[in-house]
């Protein structure tokens, strides 16, 4: 039986834009995004039983696609579950077309801490940055796979994103793109542009689309405020209502937003710094000779440098 599946996946990384390109990408009229953004169908091989759900399941998140060149979902787990789920969507979508979105990984580590501590079941409440940095560290060091049971402590392990790419350009080759977050947030039609030219579909409809900041990492005044929030986001009932979710967005943020700002103590910026230097230094020369000339500031900048403010 033919089965519509996705024939474009954003891969990861998590707090790197994936749910902001998810969005772009649905709104061209040759893409069909998936009903929910993050199918995760492929994650039961790490973090499930081992199997995959029947291919029916899989498929009927796209039940509403007609005749777009490419069905889309973006489920930033994949990435990092390395050459067992790159191998088996190789095998389930053998034309499939796959995106990474990687960002500073000190950024990323600092964005992800914010998020996990906004969700108010994913970590201590009373957690530190360095006590999550620490934590995180210990998983490195044991050089752990992604699983279910470390997942909340694994993002500096993701963070050396070189050690991860082997097994994607293998299996995808040339249908392997990597994206940088820096470069969708200050140039996102360009981004999208490049993108649409490697999916085979029209470029110029990157000018029609909306780009509005998805997934945003904001401190919150009201933990109950949240937790109602968090429960009345449900993708199925507000992903494509967008005139009745953007300014329910807006209103939640004037009313639950704190406006102090969070900011990394710069000590710990600098010990960072030096821990992933090496990585980005691998990382670069890799995408150098893979012909990315157009590198972001983190794969080029060495520690001691000014310190540089997390973005969102």
Known sequence: MSFPLPTAVIAGVGKAGTTSLFWYLSQHPDVCGSDVKEIRYFTTLTEGGGTLDPIENYAAHFTRCGGERHRLEASPQYFHGGNVVASAMLETLPDVRVMVLLRDPIDRLWSTFRFMRSRLADLPADMTFEAYVEACEAVRARREPYSAENRLFWTIQGGFYDEHLDPWLR???DGFRVVFFEHMTTEPADTVRSLCAWLEIDQDAADAITYSVENRTVPVRSAMLQRIALAANDERLLGGRRRLKDPLRRAYYALNRRAEPERMAPETRR????????????LAQR?????YDDLPNWLSTAPGDEPKVAAR
Do not use: C, I, V
């Open 171 to 173: 299996a995808f080759g």
């Open 271 to 282: 010990s960072l710094e030096e821990l992933f230097t090496p990585g980005n230094e691998a």
């Open 287 to 291: 995408l150098l000779r893979l012909g």
